[in-house]
């Protein structure tokens, strides 16, 4: 039990893909990087896939539990969840309407605009500005009105993108109060997203963001009554894709911002576990590696706009390289050859001993018979679980596969009298239908003693069966299951620090697979000493982050020739880097030269004329200030302090230096609000 009674202490919260993590840091320690003992208590809770609201309640009961702190100690709560990223990859969502205001027929086909749109509707109206600012023709509200009758019946929100609208959005405004007018239904322009030009690819951000905001919706409303049962009535904020913090209400609204929230969170984290200020990130899974580059205390972002799912968005999110690769990645043993060659994912298995620990009568006697019969198979060891029912709509051979399921996991044997059952099983896989259970690196590592977390002697009996296949000589791969099982882990240690190796070579401009493939690199990897010399590693340390981290990083940042900086609570640095950031707004205000004395200031309202560069500074500067202190207020700020900065664009016409565009951009930052 903590003695806080003194204390203002700061709650995070991480959904992880297995794991909810939930971490207790004191309020002060928190406002300082690498402050000792600040992090005060830690728990965890499996993840409640279907409603992850139920997961954040038991992780946060569990740590409020477990050191005794009252739930009046809280100040304030803060949640990083991988909700909208995954929304996106699984091509999820609420569907939404698009009103494409001045845009061209062809204008859907680009930047992925017409696949993301799907089915949706979209309506095309009349109007729209030019780059100055100026409307190029008048917006047609009656087209519009009629567009959106009856709409809400098939959409739950509505976007709204207009040609140039971040020049001038008077009609993306306009337009937005029209469809809360007909139709009541949540609606996000483009403008407030973002100030870049390129219409299909705001417009493309701004339908993702509505399709968004009903799924972030029930998030929040179900983790606040969660917290509220605890107890705990406090600020609710949300981490943002680059590491800033918003306040629950603003994530309401802007959704899209929280893609890659986990990633950008264990950055932060980072930063604030180790007290470092340049170190290359590796956050290990148990389904990817995540890794990404902390700079000057901040991580760095990706210039073009975060991917996700093969989406290209305006959205400001870390810079972020994931590989298939993590503590549950499947194990798999190649016959080919005299050696075996063991390969190591994309597929995430549930780890057999995981699957034991939970379902012992089913696991453990189908282990034992495995290991009586003279001849091995391929199959040993592998389990099938159920994460969907059949339906109607099933063909006849998939709904009995899923039909078996529901009685609970079943070996891989167990299905040998259906045809094609391997092939369907994969496809259902893929679905998210049906999960697999396998021998993992986590597996590995019960056998060999790095873990004792769930059921040691189900790891022990399937590593001996992956130990016994038999090679291309007709040999035992492996004599014995501790010797599978180190082999697994070196090969995890050896392709995790490929991966990274990759990562920073990527970052320095290479194509970081290619380079990987060069046997130069690859010797210089492996160690390689001759007349030669190739050190081939990092120049930053190492942090290693995830439960597994500890286990494997060490080794990983030896092979890389570089200092091993993985933190003691490196297993709950997401839910730390929850808790720890700033509230961070910015905005920028576009000062255009159409001609030699007249510089147009374009800060979202009416585009404003002066004949004087230093007036037109002066006014964009004192815009941009005032909104990135508001929009901090309105994300959760207590107080925010304003920087600002001056980008200006010249070009040489006829021996004259000509002004093209200035833009001042502001940024305000500061700590959330607390609760009294």
Known sequence: MIDASARRVLLGIDTGGTYTDAVLLDAEGAARPHAPDAVLARAKALTTRDDLAGGIGDAVGNVLTESGIAPGQIAMASLSTTLATNALVEGQGDPAA????????????????????????????????????????????????????????????????????????????????????????????????????????????????????????????????????????????????????????????????????????????????????????????????????????????????????????????????????????????????????????????????????????????????????????????????????????????????LARLEAGPQSADSFDDLRGAPRLLSQLIDRGRVQISAFTPTDASHVTGRHETWHVDAARMAAELLARQKTGSGVRAFPSAVDVSAAVIDALCQRSAEVVLSAALSHDGFDGEEALGSPVVQAGLAGHEGVASLPVGLTMPLIGLGASSPTYYPDVARRLRTRDATPPDAAVANAVGAVVGQVIQTCSVLITCPSEGRYIVHDGGDPRQFDDEGAAVDAARQSARSQAEGAARAAGAATSSVTDHLRREVATVEGREMVVEIAVTATASGRPRFAD
């Open 98 to 401: 698009l009103v494409f205001i001045g845009f061209g027929e062809r204008d859907l086909a680009r930047s992925g605009l017409a696949e993301a749109v799907g089915a949706d509707p979209v309506f095309r109206i009349s109007g729209g500005h030019d780059v100055r600012g100026d409307e190029a023709a008048p917006l047609d509200s009656d087209a519009l009105r009629g567009a959106l009758a009856g709409v809400s019946e098939e959409v739950r929100a509505v976007a709204v993108a207009g040609y140039f609208a971040v020049r001038n959005p008077d009609h993306e405004r306009r337009a937005m109060e029209i469809v809360r007018e007909v139709t009541g239904l949540p609606v996000t322009g483009s403008h407030e997203l973002t100030s870049r030009i390129g219409g299909p690819k705001r417009a493309l951000t701004t339908l993702l963001n509505a399709r968004l905001i009903g799924l972030i919706d029930r998030l929040i409303a179900g983790a606040s009554d969660r917290l509220d049962d605890l107890g705990l009535s406090v600020p609710l904020m949300i981490v943002r894709g680059d590491g800033a913090l918003v306040s629950a209400d603003f994530a309401r609204n802007r959704p899209i911002e929280t893609i890659l929230s986990g990633p950008a969170a264990s950055l932060v984290g980072a930063r604030f576990l180790t007290g470092l200020r340049d170190a290359v990130v590796s956050d290990i899974g148990g389904t990817t590696t995540d890794i990404a580059v902390l700079k000057d205390a901040r991580p760095e972002l990706d210039p073009e706009g975060a991917e996700v799912g093969g989406v290209r968005t305006l959205v400001e999110a870390v810079a972020m390289r994931t590989h298939g690769l993590g503590g549950d990645s499947i194990v798999g043993l190649s016959a080919q050859g005299l050696v075996p060659r063991m390969t190591l994912g994309p597929r995430r298995a549930v780890p057999v001993s995981l699957l034991a620990d939970t379902h012992p009568d089913r696991v453990l006697p189908v282990l034992r018979v495995a290991l009586t019969r003279t001849r091995g198979r391929s199959s040993d060891g592998v389990f099938y679980i159920a994460r969907d029912r059949a339906r109607p709509s099933d063909p006849p051979d998939v709904a009995e596969i």
